[in-house]
Antibody, heavy 119, light 111 residues
Framework: QVQLQESGPGLVKPSETLSLTCAVSGYSISSGYYWGWIRQPPGKGLEWIGSIYHSGSTYYNPSLKSRVTISVDTSKNQFSLKLSSVTAADTAVYYC????????????WGQGTLVTVSS | QSALTQPASVSGSPGQSITISCTGTSSDVGSYNLVSWYQQHPGKAPKLMIYEVSKRPSGVSNRFSGSKSGNTASLTISGLQAEDEADYYCCSYAGSSTFEVFGTGTKVTVL
């Protein structure tokens, strides 16, 4: 059973960098698939942030690309998200998920973690 | 790239069928058979219900079905049940520059 678990600070100050990690169990990241980040502001819809392959190949949402970095650590079977220069608009529940490459759908999701941007 | 357009809400009585539309453009929904649908209950993570327009993952009820015509994809829930009350989101591949875009979301209410 594939399981994903997000972790990281729940509160980030404006202009700082948001950092989250997604630990994967039940499946080796090195075996394939893309691994993605999606966010959901309170009371609003889903927004895809970006995705990474085990090789390190990435693709990002063009609207966030200048601020986003996604990396992978296959030795720890986890991948990470960094979002720089955050504002209150970046307050959201952040989800990590497994993505089927070439079909672009997410079949396993983490439970999500709320990150609030506030001073 | 704008979000795909979904109706804000759809309702139906138990046992009825409802359909949720997801309207995009010729650059996303209209160009690729790569539409997926997700169900989200309050406070929970989204759950994959349909992928590649009409395919159902193992374990998803056959009461859920997907289709596409032109720039609009649809999710139909037949034999509506109380447990189907949730938010539903579509998502489409939108090419190698934009990649993926979600819909605005639809709240399904079982009357």
């Amino acid at each position: 059973q594939v399981q994903l678990q997000e972790s990281g600070p729940g509160l980030v100050k404006p202009s700082e960098t948001l950092s989250l990690t997604c630990a994967v169990s039940g499946y080796s990241i090195s075996s394939g698939y893309y691994w993605g980040w999606i966010r959901q502001p309170p009371g609003k819809g889903l927004e895809w942030i970006g995705s990474i392959y085990h090789s390190g190949s990435t693709y990002y949402n063009p609207s966030l690309k200048s601020r986003v970095t996604i990396s992978v650590d296959t030795s720890k079977n986890q991948f990470s998200l960094k979002l720089s220069s955050v504002t209150a608009a970046d307050t959201a529940v952040y989800y990590c998920a497994r993505e089927h490459s070439s079909s672009y759908y997410f079949d396993y999701w983490g439970q999500g973690t709320l990150v609030t941007v506030s001073s | 790239q704008s979000a795909l357009t979904q109706p804000a809400s759809v309702s139906g009585s138990p046992g009825q069928s409802i359909t949720i539309s997801c309207t995009g453009t010729s650059s996303d929904v209209g160009s690729y058979n790569l539409v997926s649908w997700y169900q989200q209950h309050p406070g929970k993570a989204p759950k994959l219900m349909i992928y590649e327009v009409s395919k159902r993952p193992s374990g998803v009820s056959n009461r859920f079905s997907g289709s596409k015509s032109g720039n609009t994809a649809s999710l139909t829930i037949s034999g509506l049940q109380a447990e189907d009350e949730a938010d539903y989101y579509c998502c489409s591949y939108a090419g190698s520059s934009t990649f993926e875009v979600f819909g605005t979301g639809t709240k399904v209410t079982v009357l």
